[in-house]
């Protein structure tokens, strides 16, 4: 369904993605993972159309995306939750979940805007609330539900996990699940890699710019090197907590660590070493 092949993209001369690969099939939920400036919201980017590639080519069934503006691959059924959710704070909730049917034409059906609340019912009790006086949460949800208005086929979801308590982290995911069942084909982006490689039947991994691997999501669950890089190794207990490695540096100077309950839920303090 969506086929990428040695894709390219530069930022003002500097190349953040050096030629990536990555298929995803009709009806499935794949997710990508790699730490902060891997290349994962450009990867996104570059199939909405909203960053034009150096080279390579993305194709949607078939059909060029990467020459076309992000408006028009929008019509061809491919939204996208963007990072840091973008919604309209001075919007209500229900006028951003209307905004996201902007490509269609005439008015929008009800059934559509029905179909999200039924995702997320917290939406519906905030229908005529300003989007800015949301909760981080609740602005996730706006942000999944307005990218599901223009009724995708494709859903491409940017680290929806960013900044949210486990508990929302959860229900959110499981909301996701649900869509994928629905028939929408996902790609989300984590650095929660555990919580998405649960959810998700295959992953990539990106490495500053790289696919460094791709894999079932139960083998990547069990790959020492995704292990040790991404989904954090035990260091030692302390007082019932547990000290994981967030994630190994490739060169810089210190790894970066995290303390959390020992049943991983609550996260009590993360710095560097
Ligand atoms: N608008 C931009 N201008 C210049 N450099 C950028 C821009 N967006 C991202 N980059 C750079 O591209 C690389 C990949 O970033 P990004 O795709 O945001 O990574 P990720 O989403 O995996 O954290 C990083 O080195 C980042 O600094
Ligand atoms: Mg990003």
New binding site residues.
């Given amino acids: 369904m969506l086929e990428i092949t040695d894709l390219r993209v530069a930022?003002?001369g500097?190349e953040?993605l050096h030629g990536i690969s990555l298929r995803v099939e009709q009806g499935e939920l794949v997710t990508i993972l790699?730490a902060?400036?891997?290349?994962?919201?450009?990867t996104l980017m570059a199939v909405s159309g909203l960053v034009k590639p150096r080279s390579g080519e993305i194709r949607f069934n078939g059909e060029r995306l990467d020459q076309l503006k992000s408006h028009e691959v929008v019509a061809r059924g491919v939204t996208q939750a963007p990072?840091g959710r973008r919604i309209f704070g001075p919007m209500t909730v229900e006028e951003n979940l209307r905004l996201g049917a902007f490509t269609r034409r005439g008015p929008v059906p009800s059934r559509l805007v029905r179909r999200v609340f039924e995702l997320f019912p917290r939406l519906e009790e905030r229908r005529g609330q300003m989007a800015g006086t949301l909760s981080g949460g609740e602005q996730q949800m706006l942000a999944i539900g307005r990218a599901l208005m223009a009724e995708p086929k494709l859903l491409l979801l940017d680290e929806p996990s960013l900044g949210l308590a486990p508990l929302l982290v959860k229900s959110i995911f499981e909301t996701v699940k649900n869509i994928n069942s629905s028939g929408v084909t996902v790609v989300l982006v984590e650095q929660n890699a555990r919580a998405a490689l649960k959810l998700a039947g295959r992953g990539y991994v990106?490495d500053v710019g790289r696919l460094v691997l791709e894999d079932l999501s139960v083998n990547l669950l069990n790959n020492p090197q995704v292990k040790d890089a991404y989904l954090g190794s035990a260091w030692e207990t302390v007082d019932g907590a547990w000290l994981g490695l967030r994630s190994r540096p490739r060169s810089g100077p210190d790894p970066s660590y995290a303390l959390r309950c020992r049943d991983h839920s609550t996260l009590l303090v993360c710095g560097h070493i």
């Fill in positions: 930022y003002g500097v953040a790699g902060n400036g891997a290349g994962k919201t450009t990072e990106l």
